[in-house]
């Protein structure tokens, strides 16, 4: 039960992280983050934030090494689960067609983000950390920029995923 708790605890520190870094540290300052935030903004075909998987990695796996599976590791695997479906969540909002209401609702913010509000909707996988901080619009500007968003087709094309896989691929 302990390392559920602590797991869930992991998973729910991911979405203040994602707040942080995305909000503060793309956004609102001047950051290592912002450029490579802008990259995304300029080009949302370029989606995952593949400088970030080798350092979750090296974190992780010294984690694991250092202090084998124990509370802070238990914890830091509910953060890294959390990225990873932020990861997936991310993609799918650009590039796929909503799967359920929820999707649809947290895609037509995401979206909103990008068409009208830069300064907004800075949670991507949850709304909690824009409520608490009021970084939403409005509700009557909110309610414009998300039906307008919620109208976007899904992007088409590749991504820049296909950096990755393309060094891993090999040829008959």
Do not use: C, Q
């Not at 797991?7 to 950051?31: K, M, Q």
């Not at 370029?46 to 590791?73: C, D, E, M, Q």
């Not at 990225?83 to 359920?100: I, N």
């Not at 088409?156 to 990755?164: C, V």
């Amino acid at each position: 039960m302990r390392d559920a708790i602590l797991l869930v605890a992991g998973l729910f520190s991911w979405t203040i992280v994602e707040y942080v870094v995305h909000g503060a540290l793309a956004h609102s300052h001047r950051t290592f983050v912002t450029k490579i935030h802008g990259i995304h903004h300029g080009d949302p075909h370029r989606v995952f934030t593949i400088r970030a998987w080798p350092w979750v990695a090296i974190v992780y796996f010294t984690s694991l090494a250092f202090l084998g599976i124990s509370a802070p590791t238990i914890s830091l695997s509910g953060i890294i689960a959390g990225f990873l479906a932020y990861e997936f969540l991310h993609y799918r909002f650009h590039f796929a067609e909503p799967s359920s209401n929820l999707e649809s609702w947290l895609r037509a913010r995401h979206l909103a983000h990008h068409t009208g509000a830069p300064n907004a909707y800075f949670g991507v996988t949850t709304p909690l950390w824009d409520r608490v901080f009021g970084s939403e619009p409005e509700a009557a500007r909110r309610a414009e920029l998300e039906a307008r968003a919620s109208k976007m087709a899904p992007l088409t094309g590749r991504t820049n995923i296909e950096r990755i896989t393309r060094r891993f691929r090999f040829s008959n």
